[in-house]
């Protein structure tokens, strides 16, 4: 996802939360975010504020890779989906093939002579 995280130190506002730079996953404008509390549940579980979900354009089965910074910050960064693996790895092997080299018409035309040698075999 492109979502870039700002300066961590960020700023107070009015309110007096600490306020940080982040780049909506969905136009790439700044935005910014209050600090806002999760709770943790007996099950390790929580729920994220609907402001940061939004704003990272996370939905139902988004996966989150979580790591401890050197201040001992919690890390949250949203990881591609299987699409978007997928559409990354889309072509990836084509620079190993030769000019006129057909992979699939290969492959289909092994399938057709193991059929062909099973049904002879019988």
Same mark, same amino acid.
Not at 47 to 56: D, G, H, K, Q
Not at 75 to 80: E, L, R
Not at 94 to 113: K, N, Q, T, W, Y
């Given at each position: ?27 790439? !404008?700044? +935005?910014?975010? #209050? ?12 729920? *994220?504020? &609907? @402001? ?35 559409? !990354?790895? +889309?072509?990836? #092997? ?12 290969? *492959?289909? &035309? @092994? ?12």
């Amino acid at each position: 996802m492109p979502v870039s995280h700002g300066d961590a130190k960020g700023t107070d506002d009015r309110a007096g939360w600490r306020s940080r730079l982040v780049l909506d996953a969905r136009t790439g !404008a700044p +935005y910014t975010c #209050g600090m806002a509390t999760s709770t943790l549940t007996r099950k390790n579980q929580i729920t *994220l504020p &609907a @402001e940061i979900v939004r704003a990272l354009d996370l939905a139902p089965g988004s996966q989150l890779a979580w790591s401890i910074g050197p201040d001992g910050t919690l890390i949250g960064t949203p990881q591609p989906d299987r699409a978007q693996r997928a559409a !990354a790895a +889309y072509g990836v #092997g084509r620079r190993f093939l030769h000019p006129g080299d057909d992979p699939v018409r290969d *492959l289909i &035309a @092994e399938r057709l002579a193991d059929e062909d040698s099973y049904s002879t075999e019988e």
